[in-house]
T-cell receptor, first 113, second 113 residues
Framework: GENVEQHPSTLSVQEGDSAVIKCTYS??????FPWYKQELGKGPQLIID?????GEKKDQRIAVTLNKTAKHFSLHITETQPEDSAVYFC????????????FGPGTRLSVLP | KAGVTQTPRYLIKTRGQQVTLSCSPI?????VSWYQQTPGQGLQFLFE???????NKGNFPGRFSGRQFSNSRSEMNVSTLELGDSALYLC????????????FGEGSRLTVL
């Protein structure tokens, strides 16, 4: 079945710096790759997603890149702010349809003021 | 618009008991999925429901079951609780069946003693 790896597990950056989180997946049938942010005591919240027919997507300070050949995708956050501190999860959809996502283990991002 | 509502938010059970968790999706959302979140295993897919029918099921034992009602509300049940069932159970809803954004609730935190 699908396996999603995520690195690093923890990441500390200074406010204003950039942060990059990388994920790899194993199932070539996966065609949808969302990123979720989870703050303490809350459920995950979608921050950006990308489909397999697109190589890059950007939304203000957040961008995601996808390399289908290498089966990896990355989250880029620029000009980080303290409120970006949270746990970030990447995910892949192994069936290419439905909501049975396989999530990565998460990255705890700390933005130091 | 109200978000996904999960009840109860916290509960404590003992081994061998059973538990029922409830989820009310965002108004108009017809698809509901459930995930288990633990420190060791991360986010793992349990079930997906659409129009009262289970569309996908994760790799969990038969002690885990669920259902969806005609108003799209969903319940999940865990029978014969084990210590390892202690987790945050997250419900997510989406507007339609198929891959897309999941809107998560804040979860029901189950502790099994």
């Amino acid at each position: 079945g699908e396996n999603v790896e995520q690195h690093p597990s923890t990441l500390s950056v200074q406010e204003g710096d950039s942060a990059v989180i990388k994920c790899t997946y194993s199932d070539s049938a996966s065609n949808y790759f969302p990123w979720y942010k989870q703050e303490l005591g809350k459920g995950p919240q979608l921050i950006i997603d990308i489909r397999s027919n697109v190589g890059e997507k950007k939304d203000q300070r957040i961008a995601v890149t996808l390399n289908k050949t290498a089966k990896h995708f990355s989250l880029h956050i620029t000009e980080t702010q303290p409120e970006d501190s949270a746990v970030y999860f990447c995910a892949a959809n192994p069936s290419g349809y439905g909501q049975n996502f396989v999530f990565g283990p998460g990255t705890r991002l700390s933005v130091l003021p | 618009k109200a978000g996904v509502t999960q009840t109860p938010r916290y509960l404590i059970k003992t081994r061998g008991q059973q538990v029922t968790l409830s989820c009310s999706p965002i108004s108009g959302h017809r698809s509901v999925s459930w995930y288990q979140q633990t420190p060791g295993q991360g986010l793992q897919f349990l079930f997906e429901y659409f129009s009262e029918t289970q569309r996908n099921k994760g790799n969990f034992p038969g002690r885990f079951s669920g259902r969806q009602f005609s108003n799209s509300r969903s319940e999940m049940n865990v029978s014969t609780l084990e210590l390892g069932d202690s987790a945050l159970y997250l419900c997510a809803s989406s507007l339609r069946q198929g891959t897309g954004e999941l809107f998560f609730g804040e979860g029901s935190r189950l502790t099994v003693l």
